[in-house]
């Protein structure tokens, strides 16, 4: 995700549906910049906050549950993610995947 915002790459949803699902499935071993990074391409993507992996990854952040310690900058850019995806669902400009 973050290798596709990066180039400006715009994935067909179904590129996307497998990547949050493979996200979904693997989230329990993400550390901070595997969060960080998975976040950013989300919201320089411009998809909203509503899919599953999202709130796995923001809950996890939240609780501090990740594998790896926090390194300078982290929580900023998770912050600005998190937002920019609630700002994106909440005027509706959010692409939407199908997946939960």
């Known amino acids: 995700l973050w290798g596709m915002a990066t180039l400006a ?4 949803p179904e590129t996307v549906e497998s990547l949050l699902d493979a996200g979904n499935r693997l989230s329990t071993t993400f550390n901070e910049q595997d969060t960080m990074l998975s ?9 909203g906050s509503g899919s599953e992996f999202v709130r796995r990854l923001e809950m996890r ?3 501090k549950q990740l594998s790896d310690g926090t ?3 982290v929580d900023e850019t998770i912050a600005w993610a998190l937002a920019e995806l609630a700002e994106a669902e909440e005027d509706g400009d959010a ?3 199908a997946i939960s």
């Not at 976040?39 to 998809?47: E, I, T, V």
């Open 9 to 12: 790459v715009e994935p067909r």
């Open 39 to 47: 976040l950013w391409g989300l919201a320089r993507l411009q998809f």
């Open 95 to 97: 692409q939407q995947i």
């Open 61 to 63: 952040h939240a609780k």
């Open 71 to 73: 390194r300078e900058g």
